[in-house]
């Protein structure tokens, strides 16, 4: 069974198109949820950690919220420099449970 | 910043052979985990460790095992490597829990 689930699997965005990366999950009393960002050849790197419903973090152009049962990712007015897979991942105890991701392509 | 570096960026082996996937880290983190990434299925968890010595297995751990002698290393072992084991492992480190998880640059492995 699935714990985090990430959608859309691909999303293709114009320069300036914002929208959205949505990540639900199934585990009970969370105890963090984490966005990271990967580039091809490379291993993900840490963009936020969300904890509570309500919360909200900010970098540049991304966007990361919380509710009790999803978080989405709002990427405004994206660049071709923010096309990367984003994985959404939730801890459960003793090891990070990662979502299978959603791959951003930016074309200018 | 804390650093993982991952020995080889690529591998090609052969199926039935033994291999070694090395994983270092500088920071002194007491967490350690390994990781595959495959198409369509994500990072699975393989085995992790919390400590020298100790091991825990992950999700898929089968055709796997891990070796921790010291604290900054943690390497993955195929004890006879299989065509399906062809993927990309990561490895991962964190201060405790799942705060400062880090990642190495990732290993692609090839069996043949």
């Known amino acids: 069974e699935d714990q985090v689930t990430q959608s859309p699997e691909a999303l293709r965005l114009q320069e300036g198109e914002s929208s959205s990366l949505n990540c639900s999950y199934t585990?009970?009393?969370?105890?963090?949820l984490f966005w990271y960002r990967q580039d091809p050849g490379k291993g993900p790197e840490f963009l936020f950690t969300?904890?509570?419903a309500g919360e909200e973090k900010e970098k540049e152009r991304l966007k990361a919220t919380l509710t009790k049962k999803e978080s989405f990712l709002h990427i405004t007015a994206p660049k071709p420099e923010d096309s990367a897979t984003y994985l959404c991942?939730?801890?459960?105890?003793?090891?990070?449970?990662f979502g299978k991701g959603t791959t951003l392509s930016v074309s200018s | 910043d804390v650093k993982v570096t991952q020995s080889s960026r690529y591998l090609v082996k052969r199926t039935g052979e033994k291999v070694f996937l090395e994983c270092v880290q500088d920071?002194?983190?007491?967490?350690m985990f390994w990781y595959r990434q495959d198409p369509g299925l994500g990072l699975r968890l393989i085995y992790f460790?919390?400590?020298?010595?100790?091991?825990e297995k992950g999700d898929i751990p089968e055709g796997y095992s891990v070796s921790r002698e010291k604290k900054e290393r943690f390497s993955l072992i195929l004890e006879s490597a299989s065509t399906n084991q062809t993927s990309m492992y990561l490895c991962?480190?964190?201060?405790?829990?799942?705060?400062?998880?880090?990642f190495g640059s990732g290993t692609r492995l090839t069996v043949v």
């Open positions: 991962a480190s964190s201060l405790g829990g799942p705060f400062g998880y880090t």
């Open positions: 585990v009970s009393g969370l105890r963090g």
């Open positions: 969300l904890y509570s």
């Open positions: 991942a939730v801890w459960e105890g003793t090891a990070l449970i």
């Open positions: 920071m002194d983190h007491e967490n």
């Open positions: 460790s919390y400590d020298v010595k100790m091991k």
